[in-house]
């Protein structure tokens, strides 16, 4: 555990050192929430919308910061697999695991950081959640576990082609992600059938369900039930592939 | 030059074979490395020396056979391989956002050492490897190939290994910098006992630091002995011929066949072994006259590891040299 704590550390610094490759995600996520905020907050006045439209367009911002910064763990990775600075690590008595643990947790820790610094901005453009601080925290929660499911990709990504450039094109797959859903306005006023299936099918939409219920209109068990199982199974997923990916390449059997 | 406190310093390898689809880059390797020893792997590019050092640490499985290091077994106690070693690969393996003293520390705590130890460590590693009057702000993405090296080298220190493994250490460097390496692999073997395993593309390197040298080429050891031992092996005395154009080299090798059996030739230079090559030469100078070859030079001396080396990695041998040979020592041909 110690090792990993160090390891996480040394990700964590490594970072600091390089803002230039987390400066790019944060700008992304404001960005969303303040030119969808601004340009679209008149969806908020159709019949039936419920809650505000910040609340209805955080969690495009919230998930693209978390999904952002899950990439970070694939290209820590890489780096030390390119630099041989894995190799060096996986010559200590370090349970070989941890070598990927460190960087996986330490990009959570960013992402998570990103994740409230996009909701304090929300919370200073006026937000109220719905659901009160808990809920805040939980909305917190469910972001860091969908950032982890994205890590596990991304470190899976990484470790399988050990190329830089194809673990950053395979973090592309994110944007479908995000916008073949009910992205911008509820689905009610969606009346595109081939968008209502790609959404149905996108476990994004029942993040962003369970999020803007949180925020929004307050405690729905169904919605955020159905929103933690889908995140926890997806997080299960990665995580499993990134082990056996993990398991590969520092056996090299 | 046994274990001192008891503990083992060996490296034993038996029937070691690692295949990477159809090539077999370790070829059925023996080893029996006693502890305490330099030993010198030596072999050209790709003959596998990289890949039997991955092996032996830990970081690559064997296709099969099996090894082990210190004592443990390479496959099964990994863990206990990684405590008892100190490895540098020919790729230094540094994370070039940390500085010198960051990288030493982390590396000291991951092998169970408490922090303020380890700062004392990392300080005591610096002055080892000649680094401590570095700019400490300067990150190892800014060092020099040579300091890189060297950094490279004190990280695998930290813990002070039983056994060492240098993959080509210096390969790349500087004259200046090669030296200093080799003092300190001199000095890490007499001071500690240690066991250095150490892999070189140069002859000169393991001539000068190894008691042992095992020679690779295409994933099997051709020779093993000391440096002595393998250059008897092709005869005690070496004539070197120079001509002018290697077409003569070459015709002066035909004509030499029946006096010097044990050659080899090298584009203008053609090699001789012999028990005592004094007494030869009357006959050598006598055998060109007769075949009208002209002689530009005429040397010599010791045998060499690069004797040793062209022999039995097998480049000339396969062209250039008479097949009889092979088989037959030189030094035995003469004296009788």
Same mark, same amino acid.
């Given at each position: 555990m110690n090792d990993t704590v160090l390891l996480i550390g040394r990700s964590l610094r490594n970072t600091m050192r390089e803002p230039a490759t987390i400066l790019p995600n944060i700008a992304i996520s404001v960005f969303f929430l303040f030119v969808y905020n601004s340009g679209l907050s008149s969806v908020a006045e159709l019949p039936g919308f419920q809650g505000t439209y910040l609340?209805?367009?955080?969690?495009?911002?919230?998930?693209?910061?978390?999904?952002?910064?899950?990439?970070?763990?694939?290209?820590? !990775?890489?780096? *030390?697999?390119?630099? %041989?600075?894995?190799?060096?690590?996986? !010559?200590?008595?370090?349970?070989?695991?941890?070598?990927?643990?460190? &960087?996986?947790?330490?990009?959570?820790?960013?992402?998570?950081?990103?994740?409230?610094?996009?909701?304090?901005?929300?919370?200073?453009?006026?937000?109220?959640?719905?659901? #009160?601080?808990?809920?805040?925290?939980?909305?917190?929660? !469910?972001?860091?576990?969908?950032?982890?499911?994205?890590?596990?990709?991304?470190?899976?990504?990484?470790?399988?082609?050990?190329?830089?450039?194809?673990?950053?094109?395979?973090?592309?797959?994110?944007?479908?992600?995000?916008?073949?859903?009910?992205?911008?306005?509820?689905?009610?006023?969606?009346?595109? #059938?081939?968008?209502?299936?790609?959404?149905?099918?996108?476990?994004?939409?029942?993040?962003?369900?369970?999020?803007?219920?949180?925020?929004?209109?307050?405690? *729905?068990?169904?919605?955020?039930?159905?929103?933690?199982?889908?995140?926890? %199974?997806?997080?299960?997923?990665?995580?499993?592939?990134?082990?056996?990916?993990?398991?590969?390449?520092?056996?090299?059997? | 030059m046994s274990d001192r406190d008891g503990a083992d310093r060996s490296i034993t390898a038996e029937a070691l074979r690692r295949d990477f689809g159809k090539l077999h880059a370790v070829d059925g390797v023996d080893l029996e490395v006693p502890g305490g020893q330099i030993f010198g792997f030596l072999g050209p590019n790709g003959a596998g020396k990289s890949t039997l050092v991955k092996i032996l640490t830990t970081i690559l499985n064997p296709t099969s056979g099996r090894a082990s290091v210190g004592g443990y077994d390479v496959q099964r106690q990994g863990g206990k391989v990684r405590e008892a070693i100190g490895v540098a690969l020919q790729d230094v393996g540094l994370d070039p956002l940390m500085t010198a003293r960051e990288l030493l520390m982390l590396q000291t705590e991951l092998f169970g050492?408490?922090?303020?130890?380890?700062?004392?460590?990392?300080?005591?590693?610096?002055?080892?490897?000649?680094?401590?009057?570095?700019? &400490?702000?300067?990150?190892? #993405?800014?060092?020099?190939?040579?300091?890189?090296?060297?950094?490279?080298?004190?990280?695998?220190?930290?813990? *002070?290994?039983?056994?060492?493994?240098?993959?080509? &250490?210096?390969t790349g460097l500087d004259p200046a910098s090669r030296a200093a390496i080799w003092e300190e692999v001199r000095r890490l073997n007499d001071d500690f006992g240690m066991t250095i395993f150490l892999t070189t593309q140069y002859l000169e390197e393991a001539d000068r630091l190894a008691d042992q040298i095992a020679i690779i080429n295409k994933g099997?050891?051709?020779?093993?002995?000391?440096? $002595? $031992?393998?250059?008897?092996?092709?005869?005690d005395e070496v004539v070197e011929l120079q001509f002018g154009s290697s077409d003569d080299a070459e015709r002066a090798q035909d004509a030499l066949a029946p006096v010097a059996p044990n050659r080899q030739r090298s584009n203008r230079e053609l090699r001789l072994y012999f028990g005592r090559a004094a007494e030869n030469v009357p006959e050598l100078v006598r055998v060109l006259d007769g075949a009208g070859i002209s002689l530009q030079g005429l040397t010599i001396e010791q045998p060499s590891l690069d004797d040793v080396f062209l022999r039995v990695t097998g480049e000339a041998l396969e062209h250039e040299v008479d097949e009889g040979a092979d088989d037959v020592p030189a030094g035995a041909e003469v004296r009788s």
């Open positions: 609340g209805f367009i955080l969690p495009v911002a919230i998930v693209s910061a978390a999904v952002g910064g899950a990439g970070l763990a694939g290209q820590t !990775l890489i780096k *030390d697999i390119d630099n %041989g600075y894995f190799t060096k690590l996986l !010559l200590t008595p370090t349970r070989r695991l941890s070598v990927i643990w460190g &960087p996986m947790i330490a990009s959570a820790i960013v992402l998570t950081a990103q994740v409230v610094l996009v909701m304090l901005i929300a919370l200073a453009l006026g937000l109220k959640v719905a659901a #009160g601080p808990l809920g805040f925290a939980l909305v917190v929660v !469910l972001a860091f576990l969908w950032g982890m499911a994205f890590a596990g990709y991304a470190a899976f990504m990484a470790l399988k082609t050990k190329n830089a450039a194809a673990a950053q094109a395979a973090t592309f797959a994110f944007f479908p992600l995000i916008f073949l859903s009910y992205t911008f306005v509820p689905k009610e006023y969606v009346t595109a #059938g081939w968008l209502k299936v790609a959404a149905t099918i996108n476990p994004t939409t029942y993040v962003f369900d369970s999020m803007r219920s949180l925020l929004n209109t307050g405690w *729905d068990s169904t919605s955020l039930i159905v929103g933690f199982a889908v995140t926890l %199974g997806f997080a299960t997923l990665t995580g499993i592939m990134a082990l056996w990916a993990a398991r590969g390449a520092t056996k090299m059997s | 050492t408490p922090r303020d130890e380890a700062r004392k460590t990392a300080e005591r590693l610096l002055v080892t490897v000649g680094l401590d009057d570095v700019d &400490p702000k300067k990150r190892a #993405g800014a060092y020099s190939g040579g300091m890189k090296r060297r950094l490279d080298l004190a990280l695998a220190l930290v813990h *002070d290994p039983r056994i060492l493994f240098l993959d080509e &250490p210096t099997t050891i051709v020779a093993q002995g000391t440096p $002595e $031992e393998l250059k008897r092996q092709v005869g």
